[in-house]
C-alpha cells in the first residue's frame, strides 16, 4: 500500500484530456503528410527488404521512388513489389484517405493475391482497433507461430500468408513537415509484415 500511495503521489498534478493535447491533431489529421516516418526506423527495414512502392506518401516524405499521393488513392491502384506503408491514422474515412483498417485489408488482399512481393506496415499497437482484427482474421491463421528471437519477430501462420509482429520499445518520434513533431507519439507502435507462406521471407520453421 505505500508504494501504492507514494506512486499516486508522484502523479502530475494535472493530465491534460485527450482533446486538450496541442499535439492531438498531429496524430488524428487525415493527411499522411502529417506523421512522417523517422529515417532511423526506415532505414533497418529498407536495408534488409530494399522496398520499392510507398503507397500511402506526399512528394516531400515518400520513402520510395515510387509512391502514390493521396490524389492518386492507392487504395484503387496495385502494389506491386516490395512496399512499406505508414497509412493515415483514423478511425473513418474521409474522401479518398481511408480509415488505417482500409489500408490494412487492401496490403493484406495485395500479398495475398500475388501482386504483392513482401509488405510492411508501421502502425499503433492496438489490438482493439479493427484493423488488428482485419488482419488477425484475414490470414486465416493455423495455429503454429514462431519467435524470431535475433530480430524480434513473432511470426504468425496463414493459409497463404504469414505475418511478423514486431512491438517498439519506445514510442516512435514522428515527423511533421520533415521536423520533429516535439514529443514521440503518445501511443505504442508496431511493424507489420507481411510475406507469401512458403517465400524466402518467411522463417524456416513456418515453411511448407
Not at 515518400?62 to 509512391?67: E, F, H
Not at 505508414?86 to 493475391?113: A, C
Request: hydrophobic share 35%; glycine share 8%.
Amino acid at each position: 500500500m505505500r508504494a501504492a500511495r507514494a506512486a499516486l503521489a508522484r502523479r502530475p498534478a494535472k493530465v491534460l484530456a485527450w482533446k486538450d493535447r496541442p499535439d492531438r491533431k498531429v496524430f488524428t489529421t487525415s493527411k499522411s503528410t502529417n506523421h512522417w516516418t523517422p529515417a532511423e526506423l526506415f532505414q533497418p527495414l529498407n536495408e534488409e527488404f530494399h522496398f520499392t512502392l510507398d503507397p500511402a506518401a506526399a512528394p516531400e516524405n515518400a520513402k520510395c521512388l515510387v509512391y502514390y499521393t493521396a490524389k492518386q488513392d492507392g487504395l484503387t491502384l496495385p502494389w506491386p513489389g516490395r512496399w512499406f506503408c505508414n497509412p493515415p491514422y483514423q478511425r473513418k474515412r474521409k474522401g479518398k484517405l481511408g480509415e488505417t483498417g482500409d489500408w490494412v485489408r487492401y496490403g493484406l488482399e495485395q500479398v495475398t493475391l500475388g501482386i504483392s512481393e513482401i509488405g510492411c506496415f508501421l502502425l499503433p499497437s492496438s489490438t482493439s482497433n479493427n484493423w488488428f482484427t482485419s488482419l488477425r482474421r484475414g490470414i486465416g491463421a493455423t495455429g503454429r507461430a514462431f519467435y524470431d528471437v535475433k530480430k524480434d519477430r513473432l511470426w504468425i501462420q496463414g493459409e497463404k500468408v504469414n505475418v511478423a509482429f514486431t512491438f517498439l520499445d519506445e514510442r516512435v518520434g514522428f515527423l511533421t513537415d520533415g521536423k520533429p513533431a516535439g514529443d514521440p507519439a503518445f501511443f505504442s507502435s508496431l511493424v507489420a509484415i507481411i510475406v507469401p507462406s512458403g517465400s524466402r521471407w518467411s522463417p524456416r520453421e513456418l515453411r511448407r
